[in-house]
């Protein structure tokens, strides 16, 4: 896509640009001798579809810190997809979980040795493309892997600890999905030459979202939502610690909470409308909603500083809409 094909900025004009870029790196890499084993396997989950907001934040970052030419961030937009589909398929290995996005995982049509390599492959693939910029951003692209490593170590060590604290939480979540939200940002602020006051809003910012985006997804795993690409109760299932989780743990007493403890002990789908009433009970969406609420709002705050551009009203305009998927 030429550059000004993207000058009038919608979601939907920057989203066609990624898809199109990702569908370009794909095209390219299958008729590669050395890239077509591996992306023939890999190229199904990177082309499945998604929200993709981590490329698309990259470049209205890009654009709102006062970049002038949005393919100047393209690699790094593309880095930052690989390596979120890397952990995707990394992730279903760890969980066992069959279906992403509506389709079959990697490791149930070809098994968990080349899910596994086609993550490593993709992960590769995605700090190449972050490494062809200066060392700074290069040193945010190893920071956001680092992070992202160390919330899947955290997350590991708390499954089916029904002691797991909202710090405990906050740290997992910090690394896996709000970190690469606001690493994201930040480098794409670097990369447009902004000065400190940007860098820092931006990735103020995007640590905000990220941490909305994610108390989001773990409220909609329990009451349900299309757009996920997985059953309702799949953390439950996989014994994750969610926030809702945690916080009916704490508030409920006695009969309720044995109750509660014992559903997450013997958890099945025929006891999701247990744990569901138990929830509701405990206040436990009411808290979560207002957490998100929160966290756009400081969100909203941090770029309210950015002059004034389409770009910075695309931002504002992501946030609501991650606000808006619980109601």
Wanted: charged content about 30%; proline content about 3%; hydrophobic content about 40%.
């Amino acid at each position: 896509m030429e550059a000004e094909n993207i000058e009038s900025m919608t979601l939907d004009s920057v989203k066609n640009f990624v898809e199109e870029a990702i569908e370009d790196l794909v095209l390219e890499k299958i008729s590669s001798p050395l890239d077509r084993p591996v992306m023939s396997i890999a190229r199904d989950v990177l082309l499945g579809g998604g929200k993709r907001y981590r490329p698309i934040l990259a470049i209205l970052a890009y654009k709102a810190a006062g970049g002038k030419d949005h393919r100047e961030v393209l690699d790094l937009a593309l880095s930052s997809e690989l390596i979120h589909t890397a952990t995707l398929v990394h992730d279903d290995v760890y969980d066992q979980s069959k279906m992403r996005r509506g389709k079959p995982t990697i490791h149930t049509t070809h098994g968990i040795s080349h899910a596994i390599i086609s993550g490593d492959y993709l992960f590769a693939l995605g700090f190449e493309f972050g490494a062809k910029y200066d060392e700074r951003v290069t040193g945010k692209v190893r920071d956001k892997c680092a992070g992202i490593a160390s919330g899947e170590i955290r997350q590991f060590e708390h499954i089916h600890d029904l002691n797991t604290s909202p710090e405990d939480y906050y740290e997992i979540i910090d690394g896996k999905t709000a970190g690469p939200f606001a690493y994201g940002c930040s480098s794409a602020a670097m990369i447009a030459g902004s000065n400190e006051e940007i860098f820092n809003a931006l990735e103020s910012y995007g640590m905000e979202l990220g941490r909305a985006f994610q108390l989001v997804d773990d409220i909609l795993d329990l009451i349900g939502d299309d757009l996920i690409g997985k059953p309702r109760g799949t953390d439950v299932h996989e014994g994750k610690m969610t926030l809702p989780i945690i916080y009916a743990l704490t508030m409920l007493h006695g009969t309720d909470r044995e109750h509660l403890k014992d559903v997450l002990t013997n958890f099945g789908d025929d006891r999701l409308h247990e744990l569901v009433e138990l929830l509701e009970r405990a206040g436990s969406f009411e808290y979560g909603k207002l957490l998100v609420s929160n966290h756009v709002e400081r969100a909203l705050a941090h770029i309210e500083t950015l002059p004034a551009s389409d770009e910075k009203d695309l931002l504002r305009e992501i946030a609501m809409i991650s606000e808006s998927r619980t109601n």
